[in-house]
């Protein structure tokens, strides 16, 4: 892994290696972006998951929440996936230029690259896909009620939901993934490295 920063623009940009593809991730730090500009370590600890475990995403139906960078996402589209990334409309032009920036336009798994707002606005996606992503978004409890009520939206008992979280860092995470999540879903540790856990979550089977 290595970075350079661009102190005249306040963006900085890093290259990581994971499953054979180098990413090339700018942060744009000059922003009002906040946490937003960074790339967080669940993030890469998700990746570094798919690498260890060689999670297939070819033609797999993907969708990315809270994506900040696009990392995580953009991975998920490198490896095959039919990616929609999304976050709250300011963060978009950031993962929109690392998108462009590692994938070409001209492929067939280019992300699509949308806002949602948890909550309000996940009656507009469909409820087909495969695979549900999130790094770092567990994180403010005044955020879970809209986060599980898109994460129920959005997924069915087929769905692979990974959430990726650092767990003594951010507020309320062992009440969201003990007590609320499973209130709907199954929720399962998977992977644990240091204080950051993995949770493979999937919907319930209707009785």
């Known amino acids: 892994m290595s970075n350079a920063e661009d102190n005249n623009t ?20 000059g922003s009002s972006l906040g946490l937003s500009a960074y ?20 033609g797999k139906k993907v969708l990315e929440l809270g994506s900040g960078t696009g990392i995580v996402g953009i991975l998920a589209a490198l490896l095959g996936g039919h990616v929609t990334i999304t976050d709250v409309p300011e963060v978009l032009k950031q993962i929109q230029y690392n998108v462009n920036a ?3 336009d001209a492929s067939k798994h280019h992300p ?16 087909d896909y495969d695979f549900i992503l999130g790094s770092d ?20 008992e087929n769905t692979a939901i990974y959430l990726s979280t650092n767990m003594p860092a951010r507020m309320g995470t062992e009440r ?18 240091g204080m950051i856990c993995i949770y493979k979550v ?5 009785r």
Not at 112 to 127: E, R
């Open 10 to 29: 306040g963006s900085e940009e890093k290259v990581y290696r994971y499953c054979g593809h180098t990413l090339k991730i700018t942060m744009f730090k």
């Open 39 to 58: 790339v967080w370590g669940p993030a890469l600890v998700l990746c570094q998951y798919f690498q260890d475990k060689k999670l297939d995403f070819k």
């Open 102 to 104: 590692n994938i070409p």
């Open 112 to 127: 699509k690259v949308c806002a949602l707002h948890w909550g309000t606005d996940q009656d507009d996606f469909p409820s």
């Open 137 to 156: 978004i567990v994180y403010s409890p005044l955020l879970f009620p809209g986060l599980i009520q898109t994460l129920v939206h959005c997924s069915n």
């Open 176 to 193: 969201f993934h003990k007590e609320l999540v499973t209130r709907e879903f199954d929720s399962e540790l998977v992977y644990t490295n």
């Open 202 to 206: 999937t919907k319930k089977h209707a």
